[in-house]
C-alpha cells in the first residue's frame, strides 16, 4: 500500500511538472473544412520568428487538443491572432472556419485580447501633422489613451481573467509606447523650442527603465534607446553619426550594468548596423569586437553577431541573382528586380502577403497618400505568398501593383534579405541596399 502510495505521488509530480511547462489549447473547428495550426513568437532583438512545433493530438475530424512546450511567458502567433501566453494555461478555442475566426476561453482568455488591446502601440490613428503647434495637447490625448487602456486591463485583472505577468507585460508596452510617441512628437518641434520639448519628455527618467522582466518588449527597447540616445544627449532628433554612437556608448555604459547594459549596447549596434550608413565600418568593427569579448548573454551575443553579418552587405552592389531575380505579376508575367528598380531614386522594397493583417491595414494606409508616397519614394510590393492565386486576389482586391517571387529562388533571396516577419521593407538605392528594417508605417505617418 505504501508503495503503491509513493508511486501515485510521484506519478502526480512527474504529470504536474511536465503541464507546467506547457500550454495547451482544445480546437473545436465549426465548419466544413479543417485549418492546419501553426504556432510562432517573435524574437525582436535578433530580428525573427521563432517557429513552435506543436504536439496536435486528433480527438476527431472536428477537435483537437495542441500541446505546446513554452518555458517562459511570451508573445505567440496562434490561430492567426497574437496572444499572450505561459507554461501551464489551458485554452478552449472555437475556430469558425466559415469566417476566419476564433473565439478564446479558459482561465486566462483575457490575455487573448492581447493584440486587440495593444494594437497601434505608437498611435497611428492619431494625425501628428494636424497638432502642429498643440503638441503638448497631442501629449495629453496620447496619455488619456495609454490610461484609457491601462484601465481596461486593470479591469480585466482584477475579474482575474488576465493572468499577472500579461498583465504587468501589457501595461510596460503601452508606457513605453506613449513614451516612444513622445519621442516622434519632439523630433517634429522647431529645433529652438527646448521648452515645449522639455514638457514632452519629462516622463523620461532611469527609474522608469530599471525593470530587468521588460527586455524582451519591443516598446521597452524603443523607449529606453530613446533615453539614452536621444534624451540623455539632449538631441532633439535622433542623428546618426560616430561621435553621437561613442556618446550613446559612454552613456549606456556610466547608467547600467549587467543584463540591461548588455541588451543596450547590442541594441545599440543593431540601430546603426540596420541602418546601413556607409564610414561606420572601423566603428563597428571595433564595436563588434569589444561586444563579443564583453557579452555573457548568448541572446544578446547572437542578435550582435546576425547584425554584424547583415551589415556586411551594406553599400555594395546586390549580387546578380538578386537582381536578376523573377517577379511575377501573373503566372505568365514576370519581370526582373532591377527592372522596376528606379536609378537615383530611393526605392522600398515591401514584402506582405494575403493572410498577414498588418501588411493590409499599411497597404490601405499607403494607398490614401499613394501620389505624396510616390514624390519622395519608389515603392516595390512583393508577395511572400505561396499560393500564387491567393495573391493575385488579393492585390486585385487592394488595386495594387504587386509581385511574387518565382518559387525557384524565393527562399535564397529571403535569406539575402534576412526576411523574417511580415511587413519588412528594405530600403534600396542605386542597387544597393542602404537600410533594412525601414518602418514604412512610420513614413506614411509623416507625410
Not at 465549426?30 to 521563432?50: L, M, P, Q, R
Not at 508573445?75 to 497574437?82: P, T, W
Not at 538578386?322 to 528606379?342: G, I, T
Request: with cysteine; net charge positive.
Amino acid at each position: 500500500m505504501k508503495k503503491l502510495i509513493l508511486s501515485l505521488v510521484f506519478f502526480f509530480f512527474i504529470a504536474s511538472s511536465y503541464s507546467q511547462k506547457q500550454v495547451i489549447f482544445n480546437v473545436d473547428f465549426v465548419g466544413d473544412k479543417h485549418e492546419t495550426v501553426s504556432a510562432a513568437s517573435y524574437d525582436y532583438i535578433n530580428n525573427k520568428f521563432i517557429p513552435y512545433e506543436p504536439n496536435i493530438i486528433k480527438i476527431n475530424t472536428k477537435k483537437e487538443k495542441i500541446l505546446l512546450e513554452i518555458t517562459s511567458p511570451i508573445e505567440l502567433f496562434i490561430f492567426k491572432q497574437k496572444i499572450f501566453v505561459e507554461p501551464g494555461q489551458i485554452y478552449n478555442v472555437k475556430y469558425f472556419l466559415k469566417n476566419d475566426s476564433i473565439h478564446i476561453t479558459g482561465k486566462y482568455y483575457g490575455n487573448a485580447i492581447y493584440e486587440t488591446i495593444l494594437e497601434n502601440r505608437i498611435y497611428p490613428e492619431i494625425d501628428f501633422s494636424a497638432y502642429t503647434g498643440k503638441e503638448l495637447e497631442l501629449k495629453t490625448i496620447l496619455y488619456n489613451i495609454c490610461n484609457f487602456k491601462i484601465s481596461i486591463i486593470d479591469s480585466l485583472y482584477k475579474l482575474n481573467i488576465m493572468s499577472k505577468a500579461c498583465y504587468k507585460y501589457m501595461n510596460s508596452e503601452l508606457y513605453y509606447s506613449y513614451l516612444s510617441s513622445l519621442i516622434i512628437i519632439s523630433n517634429k518641434l522647431n529645433q529652438r523650442d527646448s521648452i515645449t520639448k522639455k514638457i514632452l519628455l519629462e516622463d523620461f527618467n532611469i527609474s522608469k527603465f530599471k525593470d530587468s522582466s521588460n527586455l524582451n518588449s519591443k516598446f521597452y527597447g524603443f523607449a529606453i534607446i530613446d533615453y539614452c540616445v536621444k534624451v540623455k544627449t539632449n538631441l532633439l532628433s535622433f542623428e546618426y553619426s560616430i561621435s553621437q554612437l561613442n556618446k550613446s556608448v559612454e552613456i549606456i555604459k556610466s547608467q547600467f550594468t549587467g543584463i540591461q547594459k548588455e541588451y543596450l549596447l547590442s541594441y545599440l549596434f543593431r540601430l546603426y548596423a540596420k541602418k546601413q550608413l556607409p564610414n561606420y565600418h572601423e566603428s563597428l568593427d571595433s564595436m563588434y569586437y569589444e561586444l563579443n569579448g564583453s557579452i555573457k548573454n548568448s541572446f544578446y551575443l547572437k542578435a550582435v553577431s546576425n547584425w554584424y553579418e547583415f551589415y556586411n552587405k551594406a553599400n555594395k552592389k546586390m549580387p546578380d541573382y538578386v537582381l536578376n531575380a523573377q517577379l511575377y505579376r501573373s503566372v505568365n508575367d514576370s519581370v526582373l528586380l532591377k527592372s522596376v528598380l528606379k536609378e537615383n531614386k530611393k526605392n522600398i522594397i515591401d514584402f506582405w502577403a494575403s493572410f498577414c493583417s498588418p501588411c493590409i491595414k499599411q497597404i490601405n494606409k499607403y494607398n490614401i497618400k499613394k501620389e505624396k508616397v510616390s514624390e519622395k519614394l519608389n515603392v516595390i510590393f512583393i508577395s511572400i505568398d505561396d499560393d500564387p492565386i491567393k495573391h493575385i486576389e488579393a492585390a486585385r482586391k487592394l488595386n495594387l501593383l504587386s509581385y511574387q517571387l518565382s518559387p525557384f529562388n524565393s527562399k535564397r533571396i529571403l535569406e539575402y534579405f534576412a526576411i523574417q516577419n511580415i511587413p519588412y521593407s528594405i530600403l534600396v538605392e542605386n542597387e544597393q541596399i542602404k537600410e533594412i528594417g525601414f518602418d514604412f508605417s512610420i513614413f506614411l505617418m509623416t507625410l
